[in-house]
């Protein structure tokens, strides 16, 4: 008998699920920027791809199983701060589980391997404009460079630098913005998302010790837990509420900017979607190109 895990989901169900709107059906809407249509969906068939972790040469699917462990270990944690929605009832430990699972979800998603994808692309055509021979090509794997393959075993290869990424996480700025308005935060298939209002042209202005730099995971449509750097944002207080409708909008704008497809919501007003999709079409481009090799 198969007993090997077919769909795997990039984005846990668990956490999905605090976005329901049938909470006996685990049903959400959803937002198609491919296609431009609102449907209601189980969270069981979003934010999946079969055997998306699986490498070609590996038959005990680890990467799936090491995932679900990091799941088990950080939804009583989740459960915890949603209930409590305050950051003083964590511990050392929690804050550390917490950090991990950020951490990996922000690597584990379709979005990043297109990012990946994108990244390699844009060398590979550099390359490509110089005169490289048969030789260098086959020992550096070039004609691998920006495929599905290529990037899957990079994405993989990436998570052993995990536990090195979640350590700086804790040395963060910790924030948690509680939602006080009518309109409930959104979340996506790549629900974790960097921002830096800093403008550092013609360098990068996202990596994790950039100055300004901030990370945003909406926890539920109500809690957003940011986590910033220290230097610019110490002063701010752990807990933060916002009745500015303004604030919301920010956020799930990153919800839509970063996503590869699929927004999810408890509500089925997606107007600030259609918005930007109209003003940018290219938000909706699987092979949109993510960054700026310079």
Known sequence: MDTKI???????????????????KYSVYCYDKLKSKVLVTSIKNIACENYFYDAT???????????????????????KILTSGDLNSLTYMDKQTIAFFV?????????????????W???????????????????????TWGTEAGAKALQLSMFKNIPSYAEILLQMKWILINNRT??????????INRFNPIDMRPYGNLGLFSKGIQIHFPLSPEVVLSFSDPSTYNSFGETHETKDIQNVIFENSLQVAHSTRHIFSKTNDFSLAERMLKHDPSLKDIRKKRIAIH
Do not use: C
């Open 6 to 24: 077919k769909i795997q989901h990039y984005v846990p169900r668990l956490y999905l699920n605090s976005f329901v709107i049938k909470p006996k």
């Open 57 to 79: 040469d590996e038959q005990e699917q680890r990467i799936e199983k090491t995932l679900s462990s990091i799941e088990s270990a950080f939804d009583p944690i989740y459960k």
């Open 103 to 119: 951490t990996t979800q922000e690597l584990r998603t379709r979005e990043h391997r297109e990012l990946l994808k994108d990244m």
């Open 121 to 143: 692309r844009q060398v590979k055509d550099r390359l490509y404009k110089e005169k490289l021979t048969d030789e260098f090509k086959e020992r550096y794997g070039i004609d």
């Open 182 to 191: 009518p309109i409930p935060f959104w979340a996506s298939d790549h629900p």
